[in-house]
C-alpha cells in the first residue's frame, strides 16, 4: 500500500514541472524566428518533445498504481472512433515519430458510433502508435477501424522489425523483462486492462523482419 501511494504521489508532483519544462520550450522556439536561431529552435523542440515523452510515461506509473488500487473509473459516451483516431496522431504523432515514418489512416466516414470513454481509448491509441513508432524507421505506421461482428475493430500496423513469437505471450505482462529501449514497459499492460474494462479485446500478431498488427475490440 505505502509503495503504490509513493508511485502515485510521485508521478502527480512530477506532471507540473514537465509540463512547465515543455512549455516554455515551445515558448522559447516560437520567439526566435530568425535563421540564426535555426539551432535554438532545435534544441528547443527536442526538450518539449522529450519533457512530453516522460509525461506519458509518469503518466503510465500513475495508471498502474489506480489499476491496483481498482481506481479507474470510465466515464464512457457515445462518439466516433474516427475523431479519436485523428486526434490522437494530430497531437501525438510528430512528438513521438522520430524514425521518419509514414503515417496511413484507412477509416470509413459512416462507421456506428462506439459507446467509451474517448479520453482512455485515445490513450489506448497513443500506447499503441508509440510501441509500433519505437521499433520501426523509414517505414508506414497504418491505422485502420472497421466494424466486425457488432464490435469496432482498430488496428494498428507498422513494417518494422518485428516480435519474434516466443516474446508475444509477454508482451501484456508489466514491467515484461526484455522490453528493451526507451519506456516503462507498461503502456501494453494498460491497453490490456482499458481495453477489456471496455468490454472489448487486444491481441498482437507478428511476423521478424516483416512488422506488427496490434488490433483491440469495442462493443458497438
Not at 59 to 87: A, F, M, N, P, S
Not at 88 to 102: Q, S, Y
Request: hydrophobic fraction near 35%; include cysteine; proline fraction near 4%.
Amino acid at each position: 500500500r505505502l509503495k503504490t501511494e509513493f508511485l502515485g504521489n510521485v508521478s502527480h508532483e512530477l506532471k507540473t514541472p514537465l509540463t512547465v519544462v515543455s512549455g516554455h520550450a515551445q515558448l522559447i522556439c516560437s520567439q526566435l524566428a530568425g535563421p540564426e536561431y535555426a539551432a535554438i529552435r532545435d534544441k528547443s523542440r527536442i526538450i518539449s518533445s522529450e519533457a512530453d515523452r516522460l509525461t506519458l510515461m509518469v503518466g503510465q506509473v500513475l495508471d498502474v498504481t489506480r489499476i491496483e488500487e481498482k481506481k479507474i473509473l470510465l466515464e464512457k459516451r457515445l462518439c466516433h472512433i474516427d475523431e479519436l483516431i485523428y486526434q490522437a496522431v494530430e497531437t501525438h504523432f510528430p512528438i513521438l515519430n522520430k524514425g521518419g515514418n509514414r503515417l496511413e489512416i484507412n477509416v470509413g466516414l459512416d462507421l456506428p458510433k462506439v459507446n467509451a470513454d474517448p479520453g482512455r481509448i485515445t490513450q489506448v491509441l497513443v500506447n499503441v502508435v508509440t510501441n509500433a513508432l519505437h521499433h520501426t524507421k523509414q517505414g508506414i505506421i497504418t491505422i485502420s477501424a472497421k466494424e466486425v461482428d457488432e464490435t469496432m475493430e482498430i488496428s494498428v500496423s507498422d513494417t518494422g522489425k518485428g516480435i519474434p513469437e516466443g516474446e508475444l505471450p509477454k508482451l501484456f505482462t508489466r514491467y515484461r523483462s526484455g522490453s528493451g529501449g526507451a519506456g516503462t514497459g507498461l503502456g501494453l499492460y494498460i491497453c490490456k486492462y482499458l481495453v477489456e474494462e471496455h468490454g472489448g479485446a487486444i491481441r498482437v500478431e507478428s511476423t521478424v523482419g516483416k512488422g506488427t498488427t496490434v488490433t483491440f475490440s469495442l462493443p458497438l
